[in-house]
């Protein structure tokens, strides 16, 4: 069963690893998931990129030019928003719950560097966690460079990216 998805992350240099933002995917079946990490909050404040591309479409509430920022009880995904480890169990599952999943994103290389160093290293992953991202980039490509799909108003909201993904998997016939 094809999987698409999408990671919002932050890129800290060659010595420290990708730290997960969010991901979101998007199930064949019609199953999503979408999850936020709660220890990324300052990271993402912190970053030029990330505080004016992703933190918009985060449940973050504050400032960052007052010093106050915080998660949003209030909004519609709060409850999305969980611990690395009970994270890391539902993307498991979500994954290993299907049989033959198959992993497709866009760009996809860091998004499946980031959802390895989830469980730790590739060599640690679960078992019926694909060991490779099938890249849609590749796809589109290789059918002649057909229009994309539009994008959604939310672009870098990653379960918003992820079904924009299917929709370019869907596009390309995969």
Same mark, same amino acid.
């Given at each position: 069963?094809? /999987? ?13 690893? &990708?730290?997960?933002?969010? /991901?979101?995917?998007?199930? %064949? ?5 979408? &999850? /936020?990490?709660?220890?990324c909050l300052s990271d993402v404040a912190r970053h030029p990129w990330l505080s ?27 409850? $999305? ?5 009970? &994270?890391?169990?539902?993307? $498991? ?9 198959? &992993? +497709?994103?866009?760009?996809? *290389? ?11 290293? =590739? ?7 694909? =060991? +490779?991202?099938?890249?849609?980039? @590749? %796809?589109? %490509? $290789? *059918? ?6 539009? @994008? ?5 909201? *990653?379960?918003?990216?992820?079904? +924009? ?9 995969l």
């Amino acid at each position: 069963m094809k /999987i698409y998805y999408d990671t919002e992350f932050v890129e800290r240099g060659r010595d420290l690893p &990708l730290r997960l933002v969010s /991901i979101g995917m998007v199930r %064949e079946d019609g199953y999503e998931l979408y &999850l /936020i990490n709660e220890e990324c909050l300052s990271d993402v404040a912190r970053h030029p990129w990330l505080s004016i591309n992703v933190l918009p479409h985060l449940p973050a509430k504050g400032t960052m030019a007052g010093g106050i920022l915080e998660w949003n009880r209030e909004h519609d995904h709060y409850s $999305r928003i969980l611990p690395l480890d009970t &994270l890391v169990d539902y993307v $498991r599952k979500f994954i290993t719950d299907v049989p033959d999943p198959e &992993l +497709w994103a866009y760009y996809g *290389a860091y998004d499946h560097v980031v959802l390895c160093q989830l469980f730790g290293s =590739m060599s640690e992953l679960p078992a019926g966690v694909p =060991m +490779w991202t099938h890249e849609l980039m @590749q %796809e589109w %490509e $290789r *059918a002649g460079r057909p229009s994309l799909p539009p @994008q959604a108003s939310s672009e870098h909201h *990653a379960l918003n990216d992820a079904y +924009w993904a299917k929709s370019l998997g869907d596009l390309l016939g995969l």
